[in-house]
């Protein structure tokens, strides 16, 4: 299991910045992949930036040159730095982790989210 804690969110006007934070319970190393997710209201959850235990990252095309999420692994924390916020990327941002479970299989972990206004 892994218990994943979420910060960083909050109001920000058009072009401004924030930086969400992921502190996980364990080491990151011993998560296969980890990421951020974002749902806007009637909308479904979507990917937005994430990446795998060989450090390969993704990023959805919206937020691509924007958004950078990095790791701090002496301190088990994922963040996701969002610059240049525009107000479609209004949601709240969830943290996953993803561990192997049996074989073949992957068992997904959630934050409680965080809420990211972007308004003037």
């Known amino acids: 299991q892994v218990q994943l804690v979420e910060s960083g969110g909050g109001l920000v006007q058009p072009g401004g910045s924030l930086r969400l934070s992921c502190a996980a319970s364990?080491?990151?190393?011993?998560?296969?992949?980890m990421g951020w997710y974002r749902q806007a209201p009637g909308k479904q959850r979507e990917l937005v930036a994430g990446f795998t235990s060989g450090s390969n990252t993704h990023y959805t095309d919206s937020v691509k040159g924007r958004f950078t999420i990095s790791r701090d692994n002496a301190k088990n924390t994922v963040y996701l730095q969002m610059s240049s916020l525009k107000p479609e990327d209004t949601a709240v941002y969830y943290c996953n982790a993803r561990i192997i479970g049996g074989p073949g299989t992957f068992l997904d972990y959630w934050g409680q989210g965080t809420q990211v206004t972007v308004s003037s």
């Open positions: 364990r080491s990151v190393f011993s998560i296969y992949a």
